[in-house]
């Protein structure tokens, strides 16, 4: 028993660690941003493809990657990533341009691609699953102190060191995961089947094409190029989907989509980071030009809605087991959404941060009640050996969210607000809030597609 209890604390921590560093690499360059911009010399709109290449490339590449991870070996993939991953952040942070920037983040994104999704499929599937909830639950807090440590992290290490730094400290992290990993995961396959090359390059240019394309649609003039580029894209997305139908081994089986748990989880999914994601990218700024926080300042300020993930994902965990998956991610959702909306009613300009801290926790509590029970939700609607492929459908899904949620939000943003001053902002800020609050009030309609527990 202790064997079976010290092994799956080193599956746990293992895989734990691969989300961790994942997620940590969207969050620090956040705060890190201003001193890129400025360094490089660049501007705002050049500057966010550091951000968004990163986001764009796992999204692009991920079911590939997952593919081979059920075919070779999960493990064997998982540390595939990892090594990509590190090198990527060397490349990174001996970047002295924008361009050398945004190909090393698209090397950090090809490895951050299956880090995720491998890291679920091992967890899940080493797992029994009278202990998988409360273990997702764990992973999901482990994953989410990335959102609190990021920007925090970041804005320490540019006040101190230099923003190169955010990429060194991947380094040492990345050789001892892969070290241990290597000795203390058990390896897995899934399904075995061929991944065919014309799936491979629909998928990628399909997710690659849409979510370029959306955050192209933020600009101020939209381009001719993007709508095309956006609705060729779309082309390719269906023509990948009839060919999922008509395939004998699709590297995405649409039959998985006549679960209603399945299905309805997904969605679920894509709305819970919709709406986190469009809290994320303005409640750093938010904080800094209305409130007058520096980046590290700001960081901390998050603090009441990241750390809940910490402190309440495990618990919510075993919630989950005992509660069902439907009740915990359906309450998750709606406490997320309260938490929005209050902070839309009661935030002003000359307001004190005070009044944020306690919606800023109910949100929070919200978000890590929700994302373990709807991965658990979603996995356990699959049989053991899709488990892979199930994983990465997910991921696709959280992705696609947050990057939807980010261009709903700033849309919404600049038909309401501006940057030009404090009480611009102020206006625009609050209807990306209230933006938010409902895509969170919608995953409750889809989250109570579960199946009855």
Not at 85 to 111: C, D
Request: with cysteine.
């Amino acid at each position: 028993m202790e064997n079976k209890k010290i092994s799956s604390a080193w599956i746990l921590s293992l895989t734990s660690l691969g989300f961790f560093m994942s997620m940590m690499d969207s969050m620090i360059v956040t705060t890190a941003s201003t001193a890129i911009r400025t360094d490089l010399h660049i501007s705002v709109d050049t500057l966010q493809w550091a951000l968004n290449a990163y986001n764009i490339t796992i999204a692009a590449v991920l079911l590939v990657g997952v593919s081979l991870g059920e075919r070779i070996g999960r493990r064997k993939i998982y540390n595939i990533g990892i090594l990509v991953f590190t090198i990527g952040s060397i490349l990174s942070a001996v970047s002295n341009s924008i361009s050398f920037l945004i190909i090393a983040r698209i090397i950090q994104g090809i490895g951050a691609s299956v880090m995720t999704p491998m890291s679920m499929a091992i967890l899940t599937n080493s797992l029994p699953d009278s202990e998988r909830g409360k273990a997702l639950g764990i992973w999901s807090g482990i994953g989410g102190l990335a959102l609190i440590v990021g920007p925090s992290l970041g804005g320490f290490i540019v006040s101190t060191l230099a923003w190169q730094w955010i990429f060194w400290i991947n380094v040492p992290i990345g050789i001892i995961a892969i070290y241990l990993s290597n000795k203390m995961l058990p390896e897995s396959t899934g399904n075995s089947d061929k991944i065919s090359s014309l799936d491979a390059i629909l998928i990628i240019f399909a997710s690659a094409g849409i979510i370029w394309s959306l955050s192209e649609m933020t600009s101020s003039k939209l381009k001719m190029t993007t709508i095309g580029i956006c609705l060729l894209s779309l082309i390719i997305g269906i023509w990948f989907v009839l060919r999922q139908r008509s395939e004998e081994k699709p590297m995405i089986p649409l039959k998985y989509f006549k679960s209603m748990t399945f299905t309805g989880g997904n969605i679920a999914t894509f709305l819970l980071y919709a709406s986190m994601y469009g809290v994320v990218f303005f409640l750093p700024q938010f904080l800094q030009v209305v409130g007058g926080a520096d980046s590290l300042q700001a960081g901390l300020e998050i603090l009441p809605w990241t750390g809940t993930l910490v402190i309440v994902a495990p618990f919510a965990g075993k919630a989950v087991d005992k509660f069902g998956e439907k009740s915990i991610a359906t309450l998750g959702l709606l406490l997320q959404g309260i938490g929005y909306l209050l902070i839309m009613l009661l935030v002003h300009q000359q307001s004190s941060y005070l009044v944020m801290i306690v919606p800023l926790a109910i949100a929070g509590v919200g978000l890590s009640m929700a994302g373990p029970a709807l991965q658990k939700g979603v996995l356990g609607a699959v049989e053991p050996q899709a488990l892979g492929k199930a994983s990465g459908i997910y991921n696709v899904f959280r992705l696609l969210g947050g990057a939807v949620g980010t261009t709903i939000s700033v849309i919404v943003f600049y038909q309401f607000g501006s940057i030009i001053s404090a009480s611009q902002f102020t206006s625009g800020f609050k209807s990306a809030m209230l933006c938010a609050a409902i895509m969170s009030f919608l995953g409750i309609i889809f989250s109570a597609q579960f199946k009855k527990e």
